[in-house]
Each structure stands twice: as structure tokens, then as C-alpha cells.
Antibody, heavy 120, light 107 residues
Framework: QVQLQESGPGLVKPSETLSLSCTVSGASISSTAYYWSWIRQPPGKGLEWVGSIYFTGGSFYNPSLKSRVTISVDTSKNQFSLRLASVTAPDTATYYCASSRGHFGVFDSWGQGTLVPVSS | EIVLTQSPATLSLSPGERATLSCRAS??????LAWYQQKPGQAPSLLIFDASNRAFGIPARFSGSGSGTVFTLTISNLEPEDFAVYYC?????????FGGGTRVEIK
């Protein structure tokens, strides 16, 4: 069973870059069996897919965020990361990392989530 | 972008009753639709994938059906732990989208 744990700063200022990491245990980040994703949820609202990465197949982003998002993999730490540039208040959300085994877009394991407020 | 519309927004039922949740897509998603359950303060968890396949460890009282643009999640006999928010999600193209959610609350 894959386990995921998000980490990163608890607060980001407007116009800065939000950076989060997700540490994976129970699977190798370089495995071709998995897709790795970020999903966010503003307080009291629904879920929004941010983007996904496949170790040998590239990355896919939400079109509404594509110009500001980068997802990357760090094999030395068995982590994948999210960078979201030029944040504003609407980017305040709980950010979840998730994995999909074999089926792109089926999120079968989730991290516990981390709330990232955007505030000065 | 494929828009998923869930109804009703809130469903008020008693334990032991049957819950029927709907998800409609703005265009065909074939059978590439999943359902997730989210309890307060927790991450979502996968219930159903590809319209009708239960995820590992999910009880048989949860069932999914549908194809194309109309999908249903049925909980046949509500247990106290089933009161939660449920989201549908499509993976037809590389722009994944979620529905707005249905809250199943205790009547």
C-alpha cells in the first residue's frame, strides 16, 4: 500500500511561489506503474485537479493553472513536488498529493493534505 | 473542459435507507468515471472506478452504474459511517475534473 505525506511551508505571501513536496513510501517514484498527482480543495469547497506526472511520460496540468504550475520528481528522495507561481488568495486550499496505480486519473491513495493559506 | 454536475446537493436519509446519487457529464466520458467519499477533516478515498468497479476493500453496499453522460452511485443500506460528501470525477481526457459533490446527511 502506497503512503503519501505532504510537506511545505504553512503560509505563502501573495505573488510568491507555493512549493510543496510529497514523500512516497511503499513504491518507487520511478516506477512506471504509477502516476503522481496534486489535487486541491479550497476551504469549504470541492476538489480541483492541479496536475499529474508520469515518470517516463511527462506531465499534465489543469488548463486553468497550466501557466503557473510545475510538477517534478526527485528520485533521490523518492518525492514529487508542486510549484505554483504568482499565488493569490483564491489559491488558498488544502493541497493533497495522490497516486494512481496503472490507471491515469484514478486516485487510489491520498496524502492527508496540507492547508496552505495565501496571505500577507 | 468536461463539466460534471452532481445532484442532489444534499441528501437527508436515515441509517438503513438507500441512497441514490447522480452525476451527469457535459459530454460523454465513456465509462471513465470514479466516485470518492470524503469525511470531515479527512482526505477523499476511492470508492468506485470506471463507473462500476469497487476499489479494494469497499463494501458491496456501494455500487456504481452508468455510461456516457449519466452515472449513479447507490448505497444500498446506509451505515452510520457512510454519512459524508461524495464526489464524482472523470478521466476521459488529460484535463481531469470533479463534480461539485453531494452531501449525505443524517435525517
Amino acid at each position: 500500500q502506497v503512503q503519501l505525506q505532504e510537506s511545505g511551508p504553512g503560509l505563502v505571501k501573495p505573488s510568491e511561489t507555493l512549493s510543496l513536496s510529497c514523500t512516497v513510501s511503499g513504491a518507487s517514484i520511478s516506477s512506471t506503474a504509477y502516476y503522481w498527482s496534486w489535487i486541491r480543495q479550497p476551504p469549504g469547497k470541492g476538489l480541483e485537479w492541479v496536475g499529474s506526472i508520469y515518470f517516463t511520460g511527462g506531465s499534465f496540468y489543469n488548463p486553468s493553472l497550466k501557466s503557473r504550475v510545475t510538477i517534478s520528481v526527485d528520485t533521490s528522495k523518492n518525492q514529487f513536488s508542486l510549484r505554483l507561481a504568482s499565488v493569490t488568495a483564491p489559491d488558498t486550499a488544502t493541497y493533497y498529493c495522490a497516486s494512481s496505480r496503472g490507471h491515469f486519473g484514478v486516485f487510489d491513495s491520498w496524502g492527508q493534505g496540507t492547508l496552505v493559506p495565501v496571505s500577507s | 473542459e468536461i463539466v460534471l454536475t452532481q445532484s442532489p446537493a444534499t441528501l437527508s436519509l436515515s441509517p438503513g435507507e438507500r441512497a441514490t446519487l447522480s452525476c451527469r457529464a457535459s459530454q460523454s466520458v465513456s465509462n471513465y468515471l470514479a466516485w470518492y467519499q470524503q469525511k470531515p477533516g479527512q482526505a477523499p478515498s476511492l470508492l468506485i472506478f470506471d463507473a462500476s468497479n469497487r476499489a479494494f476493500g469497499i463494501p458491496a453496499r456501494f455500487s456504481g452504474s452508468g455510461s456516457g453522460t449519466v452515472f449513479t452511485l447507490t448505497i444500498s443500506n446506509l451505515e452510520p459511517e457512510d454519512f459524508a460528501v461524495y464526489y464524482c470525477q472523470q478521466r476521459t481526457d488529460r484535463a481531469l475534473t470533479f463534480g461539485g459533490g453531494t452531501r449525505v446527511e443524517i435525517k
